[in-house]
């Protein structure tokens, strides 16, 4: 099932958190930026309890930039780079073009020519598919989708509407 976490999955935090918090995000969405900056404060807070698991789910009849992006993030992954070009992709969202794309990578150290490879030649496309599928057969059809212990959270992205569940989620 789709809310199982495996090894080949993005995560932040523990492994053994209480909360596990799957996101089906883009990385051109501009409330999946927004998310972003929310769990990049709400994280520490919440310490051991919560677990960020990051799923790719590209809008791209919206957001044309978004796949080449994802792709670029799975190529960073398989150098041990995903976070830092998660990161860098959410801070620069306002250009994510190839020339941009290839700019961030080479800022987190990342080969150049491994990314433009990689981008050239699809290497990553069907993870980030498999990504979006998975989402979509678990209901997620926007971003972000965020799901908590296995559960849709319908909220707002918003540092507030994300805390608030969180809290709820730790008192069970």
């Not at 994280?43 to 670029?72: C, F, I, S, W």
């Amino acid at each position: 099932m789709s809310m199982t976490v495996t090894s080949s999955d993005h995560t932040r935090g523990h492994d053994n958190a209480q909360i596990t918090l799957i996101e089906y995000a883009d990385f051109e969405c501009p409330y999946c930026a927004r998310a972003h900056q929310s769990l990049t404060s709400l994280l520490p807070k919440y310490g051991k309890d919560v677990r960020l698991v990051y799923r790719h789910m590209p809008l791209t009849d919206m957001h044309p930039d978004a796949q080449p992006a994802a792709e670029a993030s799975e190529a960073a992954a398989a150098e041990g780079k995903f976070w830092e070009m998660h990161d860098a992709l959410f801070e620069g969202q306002d250009d994510l073009s190839d020339e941009a794309i290839v700019a961030m990578a080479s800022r987190i150290g990342f080969d150049v020519d491994k990314l433009q490879d990689a981008l050239e030649s699809g290497t990553y496309a069907q993870r980030v598919e498999s990504d979006a599928a998975t989402g979509r057969k678990a209901g997620a059809h926007r971003t972000p989708t965020f799901f908590i212990n296995g559960v849709q959270f319908d909220g707002d992205s918003d540092e507030a509407s994300l805390d608030q569940a969180l809290s709820a989620a730790l008192k069970g």
